[in-house]
C-alpha cells in the first residue's frame, strides 16, 4: 500500500491514535494505538496493526480471533498526530462479539449493514436462504418481486396503519437491495446519484 500519509511520531512517545472505521458504513469500529512500525506494517500487509501498550509490541487486529480489518484507505488529520482508517471488518471487531467497540446506542445506517448480511448470503450461497434463492432466480423474477412490494406499499400508504405501512416500506427496500446485487451495484451508487442531482441545484 502506499504511503500518503505524514504522521508527526515525536508526540506522545511515539503513539498515535488511529480510529478505524467500516468502509461502507462509515461505523466507528474502534480505536487503537499505532507507533511507526505498526502504521509501516498495516501499509505493507493491508492488515491493520496496532501498538498493544499493555502487551508492549505490535498486535494485529484479528491475529487470535481471526476478525482481521483489511485496510481500504488511510488519511491524517490536520495536525498530523492522528490517523483515520477505513477498513473492511472480517468479523465483529470488539472482543464482546459486537460489531463496534461502540455499541451502546444502535448505529443509524444499519441499511448499509443489511446490504452487507444480504451479500454475504448470496456469496455463500446458502440454501436455506429465502435471499439466495431469490437471486438465483434471476434478475426479471427480483425485479417482479420489487414491483409486487411496491404495489403493496401503495395500497397501504392509502390506509391509516402504520404498522402495516411500515413493514410493507421494509419489504420493498429488503427486495431492492437483492435487485441491487443482481444489477452489481450497491447502495453507495444511488447514494451518488443523489447527491450529484442534489449539488447540481
Request: proline share 1%; charged share 25%.
Amino acid at each position: 500500500m502506499k504511503n500518503n500519509i505524514n504522521i508527526n511520531f515525536k508526540k506522545n512517545n511515539g503513539l498515535v491514535p488511529a480510529i478505524i472505521q467500516d468502509v461502507t458504513t462509515l461505523q466507528v469500529l474502534m480505536l487503537g494505538y499505532m507507533n511507526e512500525e505498526a502504521l509501516q506494517k498495516t501499509m505493507n500487509d493491508g492488515k491493520v496493526c496496532f501498538y498493544s501498550r499493555s502487551k508492549q509490541r505490535l498486535w494485529v487486529k484479528g491475529e487470535s480471533s481471526g476478525n482481521f480489518l483489511w485496510v481500504k484507505s488511510l488519511q491524517h488529520d490536520c495536525d498530523n498526530d492522528t490517523i483515520l482508517i477505513k477498513a473492511r471488518s472480517e468479523g465483529p471487531t470488539c472482543h464482546t462479539g459486537n460489531t463496534s467497540c461502540f455499541f451502546q446506542e444502535e448505529y443509524p445506517q444499519f441499511i448499509y449493514r443489511l446490504e452487507q448480511i444480504i451479500q454475504q448470503r448470496i456469496d455463500d450461497n446458502a440454501d436455506d436462504s429465502y435471499t439466495n434463492r431469490l437471486f438465483k432466480k434471476g434478475i426479471n423474477k427480483v425485479a417482479q418481486k420489487v414491483g409486487e412490494e411496491a404495489v403493496e406499499l401503495i395500497i397501504e400508504a392509502k390506509d391509516h396503519d402504520d404498522h402495516l405501512f411500515k413493514n410493507e416500506a421494509a419489504d420493498l427496500l429488503y427486495h431492492f437491495l437483492i435487485l441491487l446485487k443482481a444489477k452489481g451495484l450497491k447502495l453507495l451508487d444511488i447514494e451518488a446519484v443523489l447527491k450529484e442531482r442534489h449539488n447540481s441545484r
